[in-house]
């Protein structure tokens, strides 16, 4: 088995700031405001048409600006520019000698609250301007437009008026508006280069934004979600072509701005949703973004699990329902959600406090489903051609988020399953994510909880991956076994008895194998008799089985070993095995097991340990051997996301049911059905535990 060390971390990109002059997002000026308006007065750059090889027609946003007609402002509007020009320096002027009032006007009228000065005379006339409201739709144009002439002026003493456009409603008006307010953030960030962090931080702030109610402007038409996106990333965009060093900058944002973990699950939706806009253009962040999206989910995934872990039959019944209300409505509870936070203040404590609990919890899955679904289809593409070089590239990111995100998270129980998936995809793959935990697992250097973790990754990867061919997993039992050899070579030389703090390694790898066996069994074998039918498991109860080279020899040096893993091993694991093995004649080891019930771990347990001291202090009962048990941790047990669990359905060999393998128990049809379905996604117990029980 060729091995991989695992990947490195990535690099960070440095940049420097461009000196090259601001090219704009809009047409030259001249045609706009017709031929009497200059470059100057907008304080925009003409396009140099002159020079098709220029560089920065290169850089060229793809975003239809063209057919920007505003000509016409001079004759519906109420005001010359070169009068709002005028009043916008008069009262910057004034500000600078402490006279805010014209100032203060400013402010409101470049935050869409305020149009004109006179506005309420013209309110209380009886004889309104129909053009009145696009009259002041041009007229923010135009003070927007002159404004940008005016950067060089907008420093720290501006704050104010700086953070009322920043703050503009711009995502919601007119798709004009929308280019001349880029226009100005480009010009701001080009004479303020100390404004670029503020400049795109007000808008990855709107990645959250979700709902028509985020971004509506009254009396201006509705804009489609598909719309506002499409502008922020126009925005983003642009500025990252003009400043190249923006995308430090942009890379600390993103990490701030994403939401937090109690969030609505519609503010997650769609600010993933803007990452992954984002990954398409910003080729310097793709792996960044995406191990932002991962780490913020494995933190989903484990309060998750962990508030699993602290419910009771009812609640996790509770959740079950809540979510398939939520499917049948198209998730119309989450549009609601806040009326009806407000009308359960009023509700008893108690169940209240139940409320929040499942809605906390539903939404935390739903949470996961959605972007564990978006991120499988995002992925897919790469993995066309599985044995290409784009798909191992793709694999390799992959591979780098597992060995620093995913495996370090002991309590992970879903987002393991992208690498469970597409690992699947080739031999190449398969072989590429073995090494990886292969090295992980026997690197000494390495801290023992990560080698344990890295063992029941492998273990369960192949134990439950329907595309792993057979051969392959003799060769993962067999490199496995070889280790296992050295591991107790090495311990047993100073080894009393079992002891899962000393020798954690060796257990972590026997139970791998023993969970191995438990799946593959029919792939550990070499021959059959002719009377066994390979497509009938009950058919290979009591034959006389050959299995493959070292197989049996691997595994009973090791249980009869001094280090007796058959105690430290999970116990449901422990009988699985035996019966399995007894079944098949591979071994008889319930003699061994027998003669573990009368053995105590605590009399092999170095320091304190040893007398019970430190057990008496931590509240242990010094006869009950599980804590010094491992547990029956298996991270690619049954996949319980209702949507997004499609992607994997073909890639998972199920629990599969030996009909007479338990004699002492009566065959039942419902033993064939593996716990879990899609109402259950809140059953937390492992597969093991339900499955190795059911034949128990």
């Not at 010094?622 to 319980?640: A, I």
Request: hydrophobic share 35%; aromatic share 8%; charged share 30%.
């Amino acid at each position: 088995m060729r091995t991989a060390a695992p990947p490195l971390p990535r690099p960070a990109v440095k940049t420097t700031m461009p000196a090259t002059p601001l090219k704009p997002i809009l047409k030259s000026s001249s045609s706009l405001l017709g031929t009497r308006r200059t470059s100057g007065d907008a304080g925009l750059d003409d396009d140099d048409t002159s020079n098709p090889q220029s560089p920065r027609k290169r850089q060229k946003v793809e975003f239809d600006l063209n057919n920007i007609e505003i000509h016409e402002i001079r004759e519906i509007g109420a005001r010359s520019v070169a009068d709002i020009k005028q009043e916008i320096k008069k009262a910057l002027d004034r500000h600078d000698q402490g006279d805010d009032e014209d100032y203060d006007i400013l402010k409101d009228t470049l935050s869409g609250k305020q149009i004109s000065h006179d506005d309420d005379e013209e309110d209380e006339d009886e004889d309104v301007d129909p053009a009145l409201p696009a009259k002041r739709r041009q007229e923010l144009n135009i003070y927007l437009l002159s404004l940008a002439s005016f950067s060089p002026r907008l420093g720290r003493a501006c704050d104010g008026l700086v953070r009322s456009v920043l703050q503009c409603q711009w995502l919601g008006r007119d798709e004009l508006f929308a280019k001349v307010y880029i226009q100005f953030l480009a010009a701001l960030a080009s004479a303020q280069g100390a404004r670029l962090t503020q400049i795109l931080s007000s808008i990855v702030e709107r990645f959250v934004d979700s709902r028509p109610s985020d971004w509506a402007v009254p009396n201006y038409p509705a804009v489609s979600r598909e719309a506002v996106r499409e502008r922020l990333h126009v925005a983003v965009r642009y500025i990252l072509q003009l400043f190249p060093a923006a995308k430090s900058v942009l890379e600390h944002l993103i990490h701030t701005k994403y939401p937090y973990h109690d969030d609505p699950k519609r503010m997650h939706m769609a600010y993933v949703e803007n990452l992954l806009e984002l990954r398409k253009y910003c080729l310097d962040l793709r792996a960044e973004i995406m191990d932002l999206i991962i780490s913020r989910l494995i933190k989903i995934d484990v309060e998750m699990q962990m508030d699993f872990d602290d419910m009771d039959d009812r609640l996790a019944a509770m959740v079950a329902m809540a979510l398939q209300s939520s499917r049948e409505n198209g998730n119309q509870d989450d549009e609601d959600s806040d009326e009806s936070d407000a009308e359960s203040v009023d509700s008893d404590e108690s169940e209240e406090d139940e409320y929040s609990r499942v809605k906390t919890v539903k939404e935390n899955i739903e949470k996961m489903d959605f972007i564990l679904d978006t991120l499988f289809g995002i992925y897919t593409p790469n993995f066309a051609d599985p044995e290409s070089d784009d798909a191992l590239e793709a694999f390799e990111d992959m591979l780098s988020q597992f060995s620093n995100l995913i495996l370090p998270t002991i309590k992970s129980r879903h987002t393991q399953f992208l690498i469970f998936h597409f690992g699947q995809q080739s031999d190449r793959l398969i072989d590429a994510f073995c090494g990886t935990c292969i090295n992980i697992a026997f690197e000494s250097q390495r801290p023992m909880v990560l080698q344990q973790a890295a063992s029941s990754y492998l273990a369960s990867f192949v134990a439950r991956g329907a595309h792993v061919p057979g051969h392959i997993v003799v060769k993962i039992f067999e490199v496995l076994g070889f280790h296992l050899d050295q591991m107790r070579a090495t311990y047993e030389v100073s080894c009393r008895g079992p002891d899962v703090r000393r020798y954690g390694p060796f257990y972590a790898l026997m139970q791998a194998l023993l969970y191995i066996f438990c799946f593959r069994w029919q792939d550990l074998i070499s021959s059959v008799p002719d009377d066994v039918d390979k497509d009938d498991p009950s058919s290979y109860l009591d034959q006389e089985l050959e299995w493959e080279t070292e197989i049996q020899a691997i595994m009973r040096r090791n249980i009869y070993s001094t280090l007796n893993p058959l105690k430290v091993c999970s116990p449901v694991i422990v009988e699985q095995f035996a019966l399995l093995a007894y079944r098949f004649n591979f071994m008889y080891v319930y003699p061994r097991i027998e003669a573990n019930k009368r053995l105590r771990l605590s009399q092999f347990s170095g320091g304190a340990y040893s007398s019970g001291g430190a057990l008496r202090d931590m509240a242990f009962d010094v006869n009950d051997d599980s804590w010094q048990q491992l547990g029956s941790f298996f991270p690619f047990d049954p996949y319980q996301l209702p949507v997004s669990k499609r992607w994997i359905e073909q890639d998972y060999l199920q629990w599969q049911h030996i009909p007479g393998l338990n004699p002492d128990e009566p065959d039942d049809d419902s033993d064939d059905e593996e716990p879990g379905d899609e109402d259950e996604v809140v059953d937390e117990d492992t597969a093991t535990d339900n499955e190795a029980g059911e034949d128990k």
